[in-house]
Structure formats: C-alpha cells, structure tokens
C-alpha cells in the first residue's frame, strides 16, 4: 500500500501564504489521482483540490482562486500552494492517492492560521 507523508504545516497569520508537499512512496501516475482534503476539530473530512494522473484540476469551492495543487512526477510530490490564509482555514491537512476510486489517505500536517 502507498504511504503518504504531508509536510509544510505550521502557524501564519491571516492573509499568509504557506505550501504543502505530500511525499508519495510510490509513482504518482501510477495513481489515477491525487488531491488534498483537511479536518478541523469538530468537523467532517473536507475535499480541498483533485489532480488526475492526466492533469485535469478541480477545487472546492471555498479554495478556489486561494489554493493551488501541483505535482512534481519526477519527485512522486504533490504540493498545496495556499495563499490568503484564513483562521477558519485552520485545520489538519491531508492528501490522498487514489486508486480504482480508493482513496489512501496520509496523517496531515497541520496548518494554524492566527487572527
């Protein structure tokens, strides 16, 4: 099974900006996608962005124009570049691989945006 390792999480303040990597163990374009999605206390696993293996791009809503998913093939990487950060973006920031509609997901790296 893929392991997923996120990193890039830390404390900014509101209007910050502040990028994700999430190191897959296996090729990426071995998946049919990836993407991020991120949990806060209290609340239900939220989809934030999605990257198919052919490269077509979707966002949630609340992210898009703030958010930005790439990928690095040659570094089985994907990153989350986030720009004006909010404090209810406050929250633990996960990616997944996805594969055959099966989604692995990795343990987050948290991200805490200060008012």
């Known amino acids: 099974q893929v392991q997923l390792v996120e990193s890039g999480g830390g404390v900014v303040q509101t209007g910050d900006s502040l990028t994700l990597s999430c190191k897959a163990s296996?090729?990426?374009?071995?998946?049919?996608?990836m993407g991020w999605g991120r949990e806060a206390p209290g609340k239900q696993r939220e989809w934030l962005a999605h990257?198919?293996?052919?490269?077509?791009?979707q966002y949630a809503d609340i992210v898009k124009g703030r958010f930005t998913i790439t990928r690095d093939n040659a570094k089985d990487t994907v990153y989350l570049q986030m720009s004006d950060l909010k404090p209810e973006d406050t929250a633990n920031y996960l990616c997944?691989?996805?594969?055959?509609?099966?989604?692995?997901w990795g343990q987050g790296t948290q991200v805490t945006v200060s008012s």
């Open positions: 296996e090729n990426i374009l071995s998946a049919d996608a």
């Open positions: 997944y691989f996805q594969e055959i509609g099966v989604n692995t």
């Open positions: 990257m198919s293996r052919l490269g077509v791009i």
